[in-house]
């Protein structure tokens, strides 16, 4: 079974500072894996994929993750964070088979980002 | 105009009663799904669509009914509403030929029960 784990649920970094939010996956299949950003009362949004292409992968408002397959990983940082970042951010897992028409997402619990200025 | 829509934003009501929640996409996708958010729980699927003739149950269907009108509409039950289903309940579709399940989430509908 497919499952995320995001460690922290709560982070809180300065304005300026790195932003480092931590995913860890399980997967039967190698994994699609995903960063979603939640801002207040609006619903999620795709900020960056993996789909097996670069490890490391380039998202919007300068976030990146990299896939470490041999730790399970697949963090987010941003070198510099912005008022405007402060969300909730979630990892997701699909299990679809490569080639297959079936599979869905697996969420993390979230993990609520706090940008002091 | 929002490629998915969801109606409607926020709904009281009160233990017992049926409601029903709203979702339309204009994003041509087959695919849908019907999400509940609980503050540190993240997101739980409560049945998802991979077609109009395609219904299947997530993690946490009890207590809930849906229903794939069209391609473009799929609408969620609370036969008898209870307070433990107050939470934000989010759509979102997906497309079966871009292979990765990249899923596109509406602006959610907050639900309180009395």
């Known amino acids: 079974a497919q499952s995320v784990t995001q460690l922290g649920s709560h982070v809180s970094v300065s304005e300026g500072a790195l932003v480092l939010l931590r995913c860890n996956y399980s997967s039967s299949v190698p994994p699609y894996l995903f960063w979603y950003v939640q801002y207040p009362n609006q619903g999620l949004q795709l900020l960056l994929k993996?789909?097996?292409?670069?490890?490391l992968v380039k998202g919007i408002n300068g976030f990146e993750a990299e896939f470490k397959k041999s730790e399970t990983s697949f963090h987010l940082t941003k070198p510099s964070a912005h008022m405007s970042d402060a969300a909730e951010y979630f990892c997701?897992?699909?299990?679809?088979?490569?080639?297959?028409?079936?599979?869905?997402?697996?969420f993390g619990r979230g993990t609520q980002l706090t940008v002091w200025p | 105009d929002a490629d998915v829509t969801q109606t409607p934003r926020n709904r009281i009501t009160k233990t017992g009663k049926r409601i029903m929640l709203e979702c339309s996409q204009t994003?041509?996708?087959?695919?849908m799904y019907w999400y509940r958010q609980d503050p540190g729980l993240g997101l739980r699927l409560i049945y998802y669509s991979f077609d109009v003739k395609d219904i299947n149950k997530g993690e946490i269907s009890d207590g809930y009914s849906v229903s794939r009108q069209a391609q473009a509409k799929f609408s969620l039950s609370l036969e008898s509403a209870i307070p433990n289903q107050t939470a934000l309940y989010f759509c979102?579709?997906?497309?079966?030929?871009?292979?990765?399940?990249?899923?596109?989430f509406g602006p959610g509908t907050r639900l309180t029960v009395l």
């Open positions: 994003k041509g996708h087959d695919r």
């Open positions: 979102a579709t997906s497309d079966t030929g871009t292979a990765t399940d990249t899923q596109y």
């Open positions: 993996y789909t097996s292409a670069a490890t």
């Open positions: 997701a897992v699909s299990d679809r088979p490569r080639g297959s028409t079936l599979g869905r997402l697996y």
